[in-house]
Each structure stands twice: as C-alpha cells, then as structure tokens.
C-alpha cells in the first residue's frame, strides 16, 4: 500500500499544473494575430529567392504572418510572439523601406551556420527545411537582392 500516498500526490502535482495551465490562457499575450499592412517588399532578383524566403523566413520576418493553432494556446503563444515581434524588428522584408537593424552579411552568415530558420520552427514546418542547395540558393538571391534593392531606398 505504499504506492498510495504516492498516487495522491501525484494527482495534487497533476490539478496543480492543470489549474496552473487554465489559469495563463487567461493572458491575452501572444494572441493578437492581426498582422500589419505590408508597406513594400525589396524587388526580388527572382521569383526563386521570394519563395524560399516565403518558405523559411516570412513567418518571423514579414508583415506576413500565418499563425497555426497552438499559436492560441499560451505558453506557446508568449514565445511565438515574441519571436514575430524580435524577428520582425531585426528584419522585415515587408517594411522594406525602412533601414533594417541587421546587415547582408548577419543574414548570409545566419543562413551558412544553420541559425535560421531556427531548429524548433524547422521542426513543425515541413517547407522551412531547407536543402543545403535551396540555402545556398537563398543566400544568393538574398544577396543579388540586397545589393540591388537595399533597405531604406525609396
């Protein structure tokens, strides 16, 4: 009978994080799904780079956003949207005609070492893993994109 107590406090430790868990959806952080007006995109080399950007970067870095559902489940909602309101910030290839707080070779580097898209979003969406040929074909494009159309050029 020893097992007992401890299946008692287990069930306590279990409503504890239950009632812990109800009790944050409560916080609307991370639930205002409302994306801003897309203001201007860079002039794309090609049709390529925009889709593999699409594909890997627009989530976090445009005004583009596709929420999934457990984007309304919060602790999830809290990082999802702080990591949209950080990734927008450092580049948003929707508000192209603002100065970006990053430069070409942070992105191109970011790609080369594999720091983005970051593994967890990789690992919920199938089309953010990049091939080693699409990265490097990004990385590219995003280059011939950059030096042709840069940031803040009206």
Not at 68 to 89: I, M
Not at 101 to 115: G, H, P
Request: glycine share 4%.
């Amino acid at each position: 009978m020893t097992w007992l107590p401890r299946m008692k406090w287990l069930f306590r430790i279990f409503v504890v994080c239950l009632v812990g868990f109800l009790a944050i959806q409560v916080i609307p952080y991370g639930r205002d799904h409302d994306n801003p007006k897309s203001v201007r995109e860079p002039t794309w080399d090609s049709t390529q780079t925009r889709t593999l950007a699409m594909q890997a970067c627009f989530d976090c870095h445009s005004n583009l956003t596709e929420y999934p559902w457990y984007s309304n489940v919060a602790p999830v909602s809290w990082a999802l949207e702080r990591d949209v309101e950080d990734g927008r910030t450092v580049l948003n290839f929707s508000e192209w005609n603002r100065p970006q707080d990053t430069d070409l070779a942070a992105v191109v580097e970011s790609l080369e070492d594999d720091r983005m898209p970051p593994w967890y979003y990789r690992l919920l969406h199938d089309d953010s893993r990049l091939s080693e040929t699409e990265r490097q074909q990004l990385q590219a494009g995003l280059v011939r994109t950059w030096t042709a159309s840069p940031p803040g050029d009206s």
